[in-house]
């Protein structure tokens, strides 16, 4: 059901704007792709997200995944997007979330979408300290990248001891811990590497690797 209402809420909200924001997204450095509903309710049952945790996704497009995991469990989600022109869709599409979600009769958690680099932004360095899990999609920007090193710089500075960050990508300076394999601690996080399945990411078929790391 909630994935359906996401389907229908997408194609009001959207679809419309989709060529507009394709347009801008092959002009701009740092592209994002979508994850699935579908994956991204497998990564939120398997951590356990629930009513009294914090969610963020950094790089959050129109708020897909913020407005979904405030949804599907009524947690806290924030979103962070530098790009203006798919800030401004979403926020349309989360007023359209508002309104729909009264429409058939759901609850969600708060939910807040901010226009910002999440590397610079005050408010993101206020709220990392209480988020529970970080959505971090860096398929652009892998661990040897500027933006890498200072992404993980800001968690590691940031989160809270146990907090979780899932990325397509490693963290820099992680040491990873295959499922079913010995453990490795690197000085912050502790890295699990684990599959997804084909159709769970927008700009492949295939499947592939995410990464489910721990502040230590």
Not at 61 to 69: D, I, S, W
Not at 70 to 96: D, F, K, M, N, W
Not at 198 to 210: D, M, P, Q
Request: hydrophobic fraction near 35%; aromatic fraction near 8%; charge should be neutral.
């Amino acid at each position: 059901m909630i994935h359906h209402f996401l389907e229908q809420l997408y194609d009001r909200a959207v679809s419309p704007y989709v060529d507009d924001l394709n347009r801008n997204k092959k002009s701009r450095e740092g592209a994002y792709g979508e994850l699935q509903p579908a994956f991204l309710s497998r990564i939120l049952r398997q951590l356990d997200i629930n009513r009294s945790s914090v969610y963020l996704d950094l790089g959050c497009g129109v708020g897909n995944t913020v407005m979904q995991a405030a949804l599907e469990t009524g947690c806290e989600a924030h979103g962070i997007e530098r790009e203006a022109h798919p800030h401004l869709v979403g926020s349309y599409h989360l007023q359209q979330f508002h309104i729909r979600s009264m429409l058939w009769s759901m609850h969600p958690g708060k939910v807040q979408l901010y226009n910002g680099d999440f590397l610079q932004s005050p408010t993101i360095d206020a709220l990392l300290p209480d988020v529970d899990l970080v959505l971090a999609n860096n398929v652009m920007f892998g661990p040897e990248t500027d933006a890498g090193i200072a992404l993980y710089a800001r968690l590691v500075q940031s989160l809270k001891k146990g907090a979780r960050v899932v990325s397509l990508r490693p963290l820099a300076m992680a040491k990873l811990r295959k499922v079913g394999g010995s453990s490795n601690s690197c000085l912050a996080f502790e890295t699990r590497e684990v599959k997804y399945e084909e159709g769970s990411v927008s700009w492949s078929g295939k499947s592939g690797t995410y990464y489910i790391s721990t502040k230590q």
